[in-house]
């Protein structure tokens, strides 16, 4: 018979695998009635307008929003205190190797684990740093990207309003104060964890406290240029397919799109992700095949970038030599 402690973990084990197919069957689900939607020629049509100069243009943008990150993860690790950050060649593997997880692993967090435990050896034998203070640093990057994702949505939905997107302006106010509520909470959690109960005040004391405000100023603005980013490099893939598209009606849906990557129950944000193309673009006149090949050609500058990571990762396999 088995132990409690073995009960649980088999009960854990079966509870991931029944998330992970059922991950799967959501989104074969989805990706099925998507592509009921419309003729397989008509999306292939759609295809062949693509520019290898905007396809390219897009793959070189998605990859500067990478180095971007790279230079955030570094930054988040010396606001938190970090006293022996990895040298730029170890975070360009992790950080590469990180997004290929994150890319083609069900669950979309593998690479942040990955990061997580090499954050946690940054940190030392610091006595005033917990056992998990890597990890932290890698939640806090999360948090910091989909404030700066919602601050990015708020601000160009309010300069360039779009007709067909309704009732956003409210949402925009509620997406400004989550992004300025986050931003502050993770900077200040581990201070109030003794002013809230007990339940909630635990995962705040495990949290690092914030070492330097400059570093962390500076890991906010570096999101907000990734997902800047992301913004242009889905313009330039969907303007070569709808050159009706302008630049202003991408920086209001891209955001939006960009959201829907946080659906958990699907692998990648595949369906989901060619949904929000097709009703977001919709909403500007782009017609339904169009979109989900914009929304594939997009994903698969994704698909490219985390690809090397792959590559990296067989060459060079993390638990082999550091890249020092």
């Not at 959501?26 to 693509?50: C, H, I, K, N, W």
């Not at 129950?265 to 989901?272: E, K, L």
Request: aromatic content about 10%; overall charge positive; glycine content about 12%.
């Amino acid at each position: 018979m088995l132990d409690e402690g073995g009960q649980r973990s088999a009960s854990g084990e079966r509870r991931r695998r029944y998330l992970r197919w059922g991950r799967i069957a959501v989104t074969v689900a989805a990706v099925g009635y998507l592509a009921s939607r419309v003729e397989p020629s008509d999306v292939l049509d759609a295809f062949q307008r693509l520019s290898w100069e905007a396809a390219l243009t897009a793959l070189a943008v998605v990859t500067f929003g990478l180095l971007c990150g790279m230079v955030r993860w570094r930054l988040l690790l010396q606001a938190y205190g970090a006293i022996d950050i990895p040298r730029w060649p170890r975070i360009a593997h992790l950080y590469l190797v990180g997004h290929f997880y994150n890319t083609y692993a069900p669950g979309g967090v593998g690479g942040d684990v990955i990061r997580g435990v090499a954050g946690r050896k940054a940190f030392g034998d610091l006595h005033w740093a917990s056992a998990t203070s890597g990890v932290a640093v890698v939640f806090i990057e999360r948090v910091i990207g989909v404030s700066a994702l919602l601050v990015l949505a708020t601000g160009a939905y309010l300069l360039w309003p779009i007709p067909g997107i309704g009732n956003v302006g409210l949402w925009a106010a509620f997406g400004l104060a989550a992004a300025g509520a986050a931003v502050i909470g993770v900077a200040i959690a581990p201070r109030l964890a003794p002013l809230v109960p007990e339940k909630l005040g635990k995962p705040l004391r495990a949290l690092p406290r914030l070492r330097s405000i400059g570093p962390f100023v500076a890991a906010f603005l570096l999101s907000l240029i990734i997902h800047a980013a992301n913004i242009v490099a889905g313009h330039l893939i969907m303007h070569s397919l709808d050159p009706s598209v302008t630049l202003t009606q991408s920086a209001v849906v891209m955001p939006l799109i960009g959201a829907s990557a946080f659906f958990p129950f699907t692998v990648g944000g595949a369906g989901i992700r060619e949904a929000a193309f097709a009703a977001l673009y919709g909403t500007v006149g782009v017609p339904e095949a169009t979109a989900y090949a914009a929304s594939l050609c997009f994903w698969g500058t994704q698909l490219l970038t985390a690809g090397v990571g792959g590559v990296i990762n067989l060459l060079v396999p993390l638990s082999g030599p550091k890249s020092d």
